[in-house]
């Protein structure tokens, strides 16, 4: 008796995902575009330093398989420095441009990794930084072709050290 049971909720999980796979909504369909605000808060020996990071970024996702998506993306974000001694405030900023993928693992539900440069700019010009990214997030759609795209992920920047944070990005998504 159970394994009548459990063979019967296997295939119920399994027609029941399929019946969802019928009615991917639009927004997730096809290539897209999308623009953002950055968040980010600073951890380790870089959060001893820095406060806070605000900025903007774009995002392009093209899809290659049902639920795999690449993507690139190019941003800048701004750090602001704790009160240094004998510096004060100092703002750096940063243009990190990364490529990576994008897995939807239910219908608006994904996860992602991307890898980059970040380049700084500025008089405090540090150098460029590699970049690894891996996240999670939500997409909401609100349209046919658009959705509002909400995540979160680790970024870690390498050069001579590491700095880290954890970002925050909302964005807009249109469809191409």
Do not use: C
Not at 113 to 137: K, M, Q
């Amino acid at each position: 008796m159970k394994k009548v049971f459990l063979l019967t909720a296997i295939a119920g999980i399994f027609a029941f995902s399929n019946v969802n796979a019928q009615k991917k909504d639009p927004a997730m369909n096809g290539p897209k575009l999308g623009i953002g605000a950055e968040f980010a808060f600073p951890v380790g020996n870089f959060g001893d330093f820095q406060n806070f990071g605000y900025g903007g970024s774009l995002n392009y996702q093209h899809p290659v398989a049902p639920n795999l998506n690449l993507t690139g993306s190019a941003g800048y974000i701004n750090f602001q420095s704790k009160d240094l001694p004998f510096v004060g405030k100092v703002n750096s900023g940063f243009i990190p441009v990364k490529a990576g993928a994008r897995y939807f693992l239910a219908e608006n539900f994904y996860v992602n990794g991307e890898l980059g440069a970040s380049f700084a700019t500025g008089s405090n010009n540090s150098g460029t930084a590699f970049v690894y990214s891996p996240g999670i997030g939500v997409e909401f759609p609100v349209s046919d072709k658009a959705s509002v795209d909400l995540g979160g992920r680790y970024e870690g920047w390498s050069n001579n050290g590491t700095a880290s944070f954890f970002g925050i990005r909302a964005a807009f998504n249109f469809g191409l």
